[in-house]
């Protein structure tokens, strides 16, 4: 079991993190995209996850986790 956040960035329609919930039992806690079709495909696959509708570069990681530990940062190609 993973303690910490999983964030997937340049999260697509949601294979990686689809991956990532086989890997380690649970969707990711963040989804970064700044296409809206991508991130609304996203969310139909994992709905309890938060998604951020932005562009990955510049997201303020300390606005969104805080001091939350991150266990696992997923960033695919852009």
């Given at each position: 079991m993973i303690d910490g956040l999983i964030i997937?960035?340049?999260a697509g329609g949601g294979g990686a993190s689809c991956g990532i919930e086989m890997a380690t039992g649970r969707s990711p806690?963040?989804?970064i995209n700044h296409d809206a079709e991508a991130l609304a495909m996203h969310q139909a696959n994992h709905p309890d996850t938060i998604h951020l509708s932005k562009n990955v570069w510049k997201v303020d990681p300390l606005e969104h986790v805080g001091r939350r530990k991150v266990a696992l940062a997923w960033f695919s190609p852009d």
């Amino acid at each position: 079991m993973i303690d910490g956040l999983i964030i997937d960035s340049f999260a697509g329609g949601g294979g990686a993190s689809c991956g990532i919930e086989m890997a380690t039992g649970r969707s990711p806690d963040f989804a970064i995209n700044h296409d809206a079709e991508a991130l609304a495909m996203h969310q139909a696959n994992h709905p309890d996850t938060i998604h951020l509708s932005k562009n990955v570069w510049k997201v303020d990681p300390l606005e969104h986790v805080g001091r939350r530990k991150v266990a696992l940062a997923w960033f695919s190609p852009d």
